[in-house]
């Protein structure tokens, strides 16, 4: 007599499709990765349990090894946007932390298809311990990627219309706010703003923080300019304000480099700072402090910033949930106001 046919083992893919998730989360679950919320995790073991699904010894411990690095990605079109003073100082402090890690820092510039698909492929295939993406747009498929990561993900800025399970942030709203409250208390009343890309979570909140300031001022804003963060954009970008609005008395500048450019144009048309047009700018990079005049700012703690979302990635890889946090701001007045 013939005996019955071993049953087959249920696979991972069958787990994944009758908890409704992606194969990566369940993976996740059963690696007992901390990066998934609740109900997918419950979801995962209940099909486990349906399907009397075993992991297999050897793949679960190739898929929990370490490599010993972790990676910082930009999402960008530049690649000398890693020279930018901003991004060289959140990489001070990020390899500073990791280092203490014993991890490996690795930099990645998403600027192409091409470039973005190894990115995705890097949190796909755990080619890192974690992963922290800075400089994301609307729409951008990084994010859609990192919610399906096999490894941890830290956002340095939150995503646009999205908020993330682990992130670093800066008080972008509310810098903003004080800034163009120190332009009002000045005694300006037309106060444009130069804005940072609108299709990031940080030009977006920026300008947030301008309006809101200037309405409860009982003041209207003025029709928004927007520049990439580079000096060339802010000088471009006041140039199309003074034509736009040639009795302006004050400008906004949703960073330093912009800001920068401003005071270019500015010059270059004759118009004295602040006398004429006082400038705001928002960073507190050496640029704001060599340029001329010297420019007010507001003050964010970009290498704390890199510190700490590596400090964040670190507590993540090592199995524990961090707290998201959000660092202060504080303006920084000096001769351009």
């Given at each position: 007599m013939t005996g019955a046919a071993p049953r087959r083992q249920p696979t991972l893919d069958e787990v994944a499709a009758r908890a409704g998730v992606s194969r990566s989360v369940a993976s996740r679950v059963l690696n007992k990765a901390p990066h998934v919320s609740p109900s997918k995790r419950e979801a995962v073991e209940r099909a486990v349990r349906q399907l009397g699904y075993v992991a297999n010894p050897t793949a679960r411990a190739l898929a929990t090894r370490q490599t010993g690095a972790a990676a910082l990605v930009i999402s960008g079109e530049d690649p000398s946007i890693f020279a930018d003073p901003f991004f060289a100082q959140v990489i001070?402090?990020?390899?500073?932390?990791?280092?203490?890690?014993?991890?490996?820092?690795?930099?990645?510039?998403?600027?192409?298809?091409?470039?973005?698909?190894?990115?995705?492929?890097?949190?796909?295939?755990r080619g890192a311990d974690g992963v922290m993406l800075m400089a994301l747009r609307d729409g951008d498929p990084l994010a859609a990627a990192a919610e399906e990561a096999e490894i941890p993900v830290v956002f340095g800025g939150r995503p646009v219309d999205s908020v993330p399970r682990w992130y670093v942030d800066v008080d972008n709203v509310g810098g903003a706010r004080a800034a163009t409250e120190h332009l009002v208390s000045r005694g300006r009343t037309r106060v444009a703003a130069i804005c940072g890309r609108l299709d990031t979570e940080a030009g977006r909140a920026r300008y947030r923080g301008y309006r809101d300031a200037l309405l409860a001022a009982g003041l209207d804003p003025l029709p928004p300019r927007e520049g990439d963060f580079t000096e060339p954009s802010g000088a471009a970008a006041m140039e199309a304000l003074l034509a736009d609005t040639p009795d302006l008395d004050a400008v906004f500048a949703a960073n330093d480099n912009m800001a920068a450019g401003a005071l270019r144009t500015l010059r270059a048309t004759g118009r004295a700072v602040p006398a004429d047009v006082a400038v705001v700018g928002f960073d507190d990079l050496t640029v704001a402090r060599v340029a001329d005049p010297p420019l007010t700012t507001v003050h964010q703690p970009i290498t704390a910033l890199g510190r700490e979302m590596a400090r964040m990635l670190v507590t993540a890889v090592n199995g524990h949930d961090p707290t998201p946090l959000i660092l202060p701001t504080r303006l920084v007045t000096r001769s351009s106001t």
């Amino acid at each position: 007599m013939t005996g019955a046919a071993p049953r087959r083992q249920p696979t991972l893919d069958e787990v994944a499709a009758r908890a409704g998730v992606s194969r990566s989360v369940a993976s996740r679950v059963l690696n007992k990765a901390p990066h998934v919320s609740p109900s997918k995790r419950e979801a995962v073991e209940r099909a486990v349990r349906q399907l009397g699904y075993v992991a297999n010894p050897t793949a679960r411990a190739l898929a929990t090894r370490q490599t010993g690095a972790a990676a910082l990605v930009i999402s960008g079109e530049d690649p000398s946007i890693f020279a930018d003073p901003f991004f060289a100082q959140v990489i001070v402090g990020a390899s500073q932390t990791l280092e203490e890690a014993d991890l490996h820092l690795m930099l990645c510039l998403a600027a192409s298809e091409r470039g973005r698909k190894r990115v995705e492929e890097l949190l796909r295939s755990r080619g890192a311990d974690g992963v922290m993406l800075m400089a994301l747009r609307d729409g951008d498929p990084l994010a859609a990627a990192a919610e399906e990561a096999e490894i941890p993900v830290v956002f340095g800025g939150r995503p646009v219309d999205s908020v993330p399970r682990w992130y670093v942030d800066v008080d972008n709203v509310g810098g903003a706010r004080a800034a163009t409250e120190h332009l009002v208390s000045r005694g300006r009343t037309r106060v444009a703003a130069i804005c940072g890309r609108l299709d990031t979570e940080a030009g977006r909140a920026r300008y947030r923080g301008y309006r809101d300031a200037l309405l409860a001022a009982g003041l209207d804003p003025l029709p928004p300019r927007e520049g990439d963060f580079t000096e060339p954009s802010g000088a471009a970008a006041m140039e199309a304000l003074l034509a736009d609005t040639p009795d302006l008395d004050a400008v906004f500048a949703a960073n330093d480099n912009m800001a920068a450019g401003a005071l270019r144009t500015l010059r270059a048309t004759g118009r004295a700072v602040p006398a004429d047009v006082a400038v705001v700018g928002f960073d507190d990079l050496t640029v704001a402090r060599v340029a001329d005049p010297p420019l007010t700012t507001v003050h964010q703690p970009i290498t704390a910033l890199g510190r700490e979302m590596a400090r964040m990635l670190v507590t993540a890889v090592n199995g524990h949930d961090p707290t998201p946090l959000i660092l202060p701001t504080r303006l920084v007045t000096r001769s351009s106001t």
